[in-house]
């Protein structure tokens, strides 16, 4: 790796032991006092990792060979196919039908198989997302046949029918004296609102929004500035500049799919528009932050610090200017020379503070990004607002509240005084939850209305880019469940259902005035289409002057605590904890930590060498309000004098798997100056001498030297095509010439490490696509997980500020495939059009293809994974065998989507197209950073990578021939940095 600076190896496998001093996977490895885990050195499984004589070798392999025939003993169970009486219309056999909805926001297309959704996956008619997804979007099947849902309608701890419940609900609300609350989260839909305000007006009652990870400082802060209370949008293709102060754009912060796909298009190094620069400041490593060409590790204080002064130097307000630190002036002036020096910027900040939020938006119209890389959109939506929510519970406990209604929120949960809220909702006399499943709030409430899933659900929402896009039922509703807002309707004595309010309301919105002379028509082609574009909703605000300088001053004037720095986050998968019940989100390693299953509280390796703490080690950090104990994890990149933990876990209530997963940090959330504050808690941190633990996917995997991360920067990039590539290595042929590898469709798949930013939703759509199971906590702590995809994550350089780069590692299918030529029954063999294959019938489990495997991509069933649930298995794809005990299996390149692709091509008599098929890993991604095709057809886009100079093959000295290729990482790296 000629132009990595931290490339000191000799970058073979020859075994030669040359120190390893460029990237690095393991931060323990970085401790002195530590000893280097060597598990996976000698074999992949840890339970066969010791050394064994020969006798007891024998012993092993012989019982586990005559052990096998016991498999077929298992009784199988009886399922029975009951056919329709009457053939449905639009269903076939083993043909998949598409439906087009929306999951959070998220224009979706769901596919369903013989009446059932399977898959879930992008709508790629959207302009704002262009068919990409995230992790929750993938797993989000698995909630709609989750068997822990609400079954029925309930009245004190009773099972009632729904008129029942409408006739003393009703009765109960009219006898209630004191206020009546309608506390909903943000409502983006126009006729939700519309029935909200009708229900507001007809019952008396007043209506809250609320939010558990808030974003009411940018949107008091947008009205106060411009007049509109509304978020931002950004528009980062547009940016040549990025500067974010802790907002994980990427990951959790706005709408992200909508973002990384915007982002990525900028990463790419010939973007007839340049490769973007990122600089990000932040507290703890984030996804986002692992993406930056830039990036600084500090505290939550020197962030608004920092800002500050960049406010006050490119504003021209020299009396909002703080006194720094050396460092932090100079990377504060660092900011301010590339944001004066791009022709198009966008900065942000995911501070929820007010006055930080005035600044930014000062900042932003001073650099002229209003209008272009930045914009406040006016519609009908309502947003969260904390000083309203705040003030409902001073009210609940002062007795004013006499109805309280709670339509998706769980404040018993995640409000940041839980035990204030719950003595005060203890006050209010009727309580009532429209809850999907039960949660903390709703056995608290005596009204219980179960709500329908989002795939069960009739409403539409409005996007970003004039874009509404419309949620429709995939299935009938699969339990006694009722849509909260026709609950709304019964209880207004409103007849019909709220399809058909909805589609009114569109109907007289959409009269033939308009240029929609068929009504009918253009409905159904916008159900057909799931999104469409109306302007008309949509109007942008008018962007005056900010004047921010006393803002600047109260954000100088806040007084911090002493100790550490307590700070809260939400991680990819798990977010705010209203998926904690979804087992394949808590088995996805988050992209940073690796870990699986657990929240943990984050510490610097500064702090945990001076405290003599690891990876795993108990401690417990105690604010003046609230402790938590939980499992120490050692991360690079997190600041010396900050400890951070997850929000989503620590729920009490959330079904089988989600209760008592890890510990609550919502209540380390402050209320300070009219906001939620997630950031801003201080206390101490002291060792309880246990230990437990983390279920890491990655830990021991060592690159030995290996020349596995290539990367390279924009300015050699842009003198040499090639830049940190090497030439192709001309090694001796020992194997047979496969000339049939040379022939007809021939398949591969390319990886751009620029573009991947490792949130790892591939993974979840692997494992949703492929059924592979999941296998808890215990077994992934054992090295035994599942995933056929991983995303490894390595760190190089500095500790405190790393360098990161994520690559997703699956099988290569490798051309000379190294676990073929050990396999004793042919269990994995080569198929014509250069797939690695595992025919799953012949495996009997020695395992010796995974010991052979450079890569360790294969995996091995330990046990019979349960499928009994007889809801969840309704999830499984019927096109994929499950895999039974003492089997290997791994990444199939989807073979079943390729056979699917070619049958089709022959039924429409024509030849395979670039695009006919899609792997569920490239289908899913957010960033477009994985291609896949025919490396024969010299006009499809994997062919063209495969050309490309910045293509190269992992552990290419090896001559397995991989049929999977990365691109070398390019940085867009300034020539004077702090």
Known sequence: MSDNKNDKTCGTSCGCGTPVEGYWQNVEDKLPTEAKTQEFADGEFDSFSIKKDRRSFLKIMGFSVSALPLTGCVKIPVRKAIPYLEKQATQYPGVANYFATTFKGNPVMIKVREGRPIKAEGNKLSVATEGGTDAQIQASILDLYDSNRLRSAYVDGKAVEWDEFDKKLKSAISEQSGKKVLVTREVTSPSEIKLINEFKDSMGFDHVVYEPVSRYGIYKANEKAFGAFAPNTYFLEDADTIVSFGADFLGTFGNNVQQSADYSKRRVPTNPKGLNKHIHVEALMSLTGSNADHRYTRSVKSQREVLTNVYASIAGDSSAKAKLSEADQKLADFVVKELKASKSSVLMSDDNNVDVQVMVAAINKALGNYGNTVKVVKTEAVYANDEQFNKLVEDMNAGKIGTAMFLGTNPAYNFHAPKTFVEGLKKVGIRVSFALA?????????????????????????????????????????????????TLMALMDKEGSFHDYMKANWKNSFSPSNGISVFENFWNKALHDGVMQVSSMFSEASYGSVNASSSAKAVKAIKYGKGLNVVTYQKFAIQDGDMANNPLLHEMPDPITKATWDNYIMVSPSFAKANNIKSGDVVKVETESYNVTLPAAVIPGVEANTVAVAVGYGRTQSGKVGTGMGANAFPFVTFANGSFDYNTSFGKLSKTGAHRGLALSQTSMSMHGRDIVRETTLEKFESDKGAGNKPKMKLPQIYPVHHQLQEGHQWAMAIDLNTCTGCSTCVIACNTENNVPVVGRTEVHRRRDMHWMRIDRYFAGDEQEPETVHMPMLCQHCENAPCENVCPVLATVHSSDGINQQVYN?????????????????????????????????????????????????????????????????????????????????????????????????????????????????????????????????????????
């Open 842 to 978: 012949r495996c009997i489990g020695t395992r010796y293809c995974a010991n052979n495997c450079p890569y360790k991509v294969r995996r091995f069933n330990w046990f019979n994974y349960d499928h009994s649930d007889e809801y969840a298995r309704l999830a499984l794809n019927p096109d994929v065998s499950i895999r039974s005990r003492g089997v290997m299996e791994k990444c199939s390149f989807c073979m079943q989507r390729i056979q699917e692709g070619k049958l089709k091509a022959k039924r429409e008599r024509r030849e395979l197209q670039p695009g006919d098929i899609e792997t569920a890993c490239q289908q899913s991604c957010p960033t477009n950073a994985i291609v896949f095709g025919d490396m024969n057809d010299k006009n499809s886009p994997i062919a063209k990578m495969l050309e490309n100079p910045r293509t190269y093959t992992v552990l290419e000295e090896l001559n397995v021939k991989p049929r999977v290729n990365y691109m070398v990482k390019v940085r867009n790296k300034s020539k004077e940095e702090v």
């Open 438 to 486: 039960a949660d903390e709030t709703s056995t608290l409430c005596n009204f219980v209305a179960p709500d329908n899933h989002a795939y069960e659900t009739w409403s539409y929402n409005m996007g970003v880019e004039g874009e509404v896009s419309f949620t429709q039922p995939v299935i009938q509703p699969l339990f006694g469940s009722r849509m909260a807002t026709e």
